[in-house]
């Protein structure tokens, strides 16, 4: 890692190194999110059915 980081920044190229690390930590960050709006998502369906369920048992039967 330290020959590549060397190379790079002897070839001028430390702003696409950058611009790659930047941006891999977005993706990173954005897979993420993604995963924790999945889970928030099931958790909330979740909620929804146990309350469709609670009103089908104890609900008023008009």
């Known amino acids: 890692m330290d020959d590549l ?8 190229d430390l702003a696409h190194l950058t611009l ?5 930590a977005a993706s990173a960050l954005v897979f993420r ?3 924790e709006i999945a889970a928030a998502n099931r958790r ?18 008009d």
């Open 5 to 12: 980081i060397r190379v790079v920044a002897e070839r001028g």
């Open 20 to 24: 790659f690390l930047w941006a891999s």
């Open 33 to 35: 999110l993604v995963r």
């Open 44 to 61: 909330f369906d979740d909620f929804v059915r146990e309350l469709a369920r609670f009103n089908r048992r104890f609900g008023d039967a």
